[in-house]
C-alpha cells in the first residue's frame, strides 16, 4: 500500500501541510505512522478523499457528451495566425493547451479572461509513476 508524508499529500492535493493536519484532527482523513516514526497518509484513502474534495468549477455549458475529461478555466494567452491558433486554459492548477482554427477562436470569442471548459477525448493516455509503486 502507497503511504504519503503529510508534506506529499498536502502538495498532492494543493493545500498546505496545516490543513492536512487540521483534517487529520478532525477526522476527515486517517493516518498512521510509518516505520521510521512520521506520520503517513494510506495512498488509497487519500485518493478517495481527494475525489470527495474536488469541487472545481462546474461546466457552465450544461451539455451532455461521452468524453469524461472535462477542464473549467480561464483562458490566459491566445495565439492566432491566419489560418490556425494556439489556445491556453488555466484550469486549476493545470495549463491546458488547444490547437484549433483561427475560425474557431473568432467564433467562441475566445480571449484572456474568458471561461472555457477544455473537453479532452484521447484514444491514448500515458499514466507514469514516480520510480513505481511506493
Not at 22 to 45: F, N
Request: hydrophobic share 45%; net charge neutral; with cysteine.
Amino acid at each position: 500500500m502507497p503511504h504519503f508524508r503529510f508534506s506529499e499529500a498536502a502538495a498532492l492535493l494543493g493545500v498546505s501541510d496545516d490543513t492536512i493536519r487540521r483534517w487529520v484532527r478532525a477526522g476527515q482523513l486517517g493516518s498512521s505512522v510509518d516505520a521510521v516514526g512520521r506520520k503517513v497518509v494510506d495512498g488509497a484513502e487519500l485518493a478517495a478523499f481527494a475525489r470527495e474534495q474536488a469541487n472545481g468549477p462546474v461546466d457552465p455549458s450544461d451539455v451532455g457528451r461521452s468524453a469524461r475529461n472535462r477542464f473549467v478555466g480561464l483562458v490566459t494567452e491566445v495565439t492566432v495566425d491566419k489560418v490556425m491558433a494556439q489556445v491556453e486554459l488555466q484550469c486549476g492548477p493545470h495549463r491546458v493547451v488547444s490547437l484549433m482554427s483561427a475560425e474557431a477562436v473568432r467564433e467562441l470569442g475566445l480571449r484572456p479572461g474568458v471561461l472555457a471548459v477544455a473537453v479532452v477525448k484521447a484514444t491514448t493516455v500515458v499514466v507514469e509513476t514516480p520510480g513505481g509503486e511506493r
